[in-house]
């Protein structure tokens, strides 16, 4: 089962550029990583998921190292509104049964100032 | 399009009753998770649905939990005898799970809030 480390807390200001990083040593081949955010009474919503180098959507930019033991969400010019908590996760539940890769842990909460 | 929906919102219930969760996920999802999130912590892994595959019950916490999937679609989550550990938000997701390999992004409902007095 893999495994990932975040930072519990991250701070920031409006219009800044915020990086967090996700530690997930034991990646499997087969392992793709995904990005959540949940804001405070509302369930987890999907930012943004890949396998290796980079991936850019309309919100967020995914990157991963060649090794990809780590991946490292980037967000551009954060607002007030991205004050949240973000989950990293790595792997998928297979077809044949197993949770691998629904581990959310405690996330990075990231806060965002004036 | 509608998304995932749960039900109630809010329970109360008091200490060694039965309560039943009810979630409907997103229609043509083959995947379902329940998950469990106490105050100011993570979530945690309870059930995972795929498919007509045996389900995933290996973060149910005790055998006082218990779920199922009828017809591919609806879910019940059922606590008997609950406890006041039990009192948590328990959130249902879905998945469309693709052939291609790729993890299926889950689509999550707002949750039901059970406060066990």
């Known amino acids: 089962l893999a495994k990932t480390t975040q930072p519990i807390s991250m701070d920031s200001y409006e219009g800044q550029e915020v990086n967090i990083t996700c530690s997930h040593n034991?990646?499997?081949?087969?392992?793709?990583i995904t990005w959540y955010q949940q804001f405070p009474s509302q369930g987890p919503r999907f930012i943004i998921q890949g396998y290796k180098t980079k991936v850019t959507n309309e919100v967020a930019s995914l990157f991963i190292p060649a090794d990809r033991k780590s991946s490292t969400l980037s967000l551009p010019r954060v607002s007030l509104s991205d004050t949240a908590v973000y989950y990293c996760?790595?792997?998928?539940?297979?077809?044949?049964?197993?949770?691998?890769?629904?581990?959310f842990g405690k996330g990075t909460h990231l806060i965002i100032q004036p | 399009g509608a998304g995932v929906s749960q039900s109630p919102s809010n329970k109360v219930t008091e200490k060694g009753k039965d309560v039943e969760l009810r979630c409907d996920p997103i229609?043509?999802?083959?995947?379902l998770y329940w998950y469990r999130q106490s105050l100011g912590q993570g979530l945690e892994f309870l059930i995972y649905?795929?498919?007509?595959?045996?389900?995933?019950k290996s973060g149910l916490p005790s055998d006082r939990f218990s779920a199922e999937r009828t017809g591919g679609s609806v879910s019940t989550l059922t606590i008997q005898r609950t406890q006041q550990e039990d009192s948590a938000v328990y959130l249902c997701?879905?998945?469309?799970?693709?052939?291609?390999?790729?993890?299926?992004?889950?689509?999550f409902g707002p949750g039901t809030r059970l406060t066990v007095t």
């Open positions: 649905f795929q498919g007509n595959s045996a389900p995933d």
């Open positions: 997701a879905s998945s469309l799970e693709s052939a291609s390999g790729r993890g299926g992004e889950q689509y």
């Open positions: 229609s043509g999802h083959t995947a």
């Open positions: 034991n990646i499997a081949t087969n392992d793709y």
């Open positions: 996760l790595v792997g998928r539940p297979n077809s044949g049964g197993g949770a691998d890769g629904l581990t």
